[in-house]
């Protein structure tokens, strides 16, 4: 996904580029709906390019939202260029982020170990397949896990599919008694 994203926000910034060199001086006012319009066709363009190259469409769809939304925050943000100057920024900026994340080798910020919250205990879900188990295998592993120390937890019994009624029907009747085991 990485390089997909990375090849696509490339094009943006080479369609941006060479249109911003060739026309770019000539347009020498700026105008919201223009720059918006402009964004929407190099992405436009580019996300062609990328459907029939890679093929990922859900993935190009996503990645041209997240370029919009930044282009449109641009655009906002850079009144005094036209829509040419705008795009292509965007496009520069997401290129580089882009670059930033597939090529980097080191990282310069240390992270530390994260600091616990008191009192903070997050849900845990333990799933207990069972597929044509014995009733006895999966009431002791209940019975187990049911004397777990942890304030916070659920245990989901799963039996999916398992095709003798006379198997699965005391491990319906089982979970109803969940915790009380």
């Not at 006012?29 to 996300?47: A, C, R, S, Y």
């Not at 005094?80 to 910020?109: A, I, K, P």
């Not at 530390?112 to 849900?123: E, L």
């Amino acid at each position: 996904m990485l390089t997909n994203s990375l090849a696509l926000s490339a094009i943006w910034l080479i369609l941006s580029s060479i249109v911003t060199f060739l026309l770019g001086t000539r347009v020498r006012q700026g105008n919201k709906l223009n720059g918006v319009l402009w964004l929407l066709t190099v992405i436009l363009f580019g996300d062609l390019w990328a459907v029939f190259t890679f093929g990922e469409l859900n993935q190009v769809l996503i990645l041209s939202l997240v370029a919009i939304v930044c282009g449109v925050v641009w655009i906002l943000l850079l009144p005094n260029w036209n829509w040419f100057g705008q795009t292509t920024w965007t496009m520069s900026s997401y290129t580089f982020e882009m670059l930033d994340v597939c090529t980097r080798f080191r990282w310069n910020h240390v992270a530390g170990p994260a600091q616990p919250v008191s009192g903070y205990t997050p849900k845990v879900s333990l799933q207990v397949p069972a597929y044509n188990e014995p009733l006895e295998v999966v009431e002791a592993t209940l019975r187990t896990l049911a004397k777990i120390n942890y304030p916070n937890f659920e245990v989901l019994l799963i039996d999916n599919n398992t095709p003798d009624e006379a198997t699965w029907r005391p491990l319906e009747s089982l979970q109803r008694t969940w915790p009380k085991l």
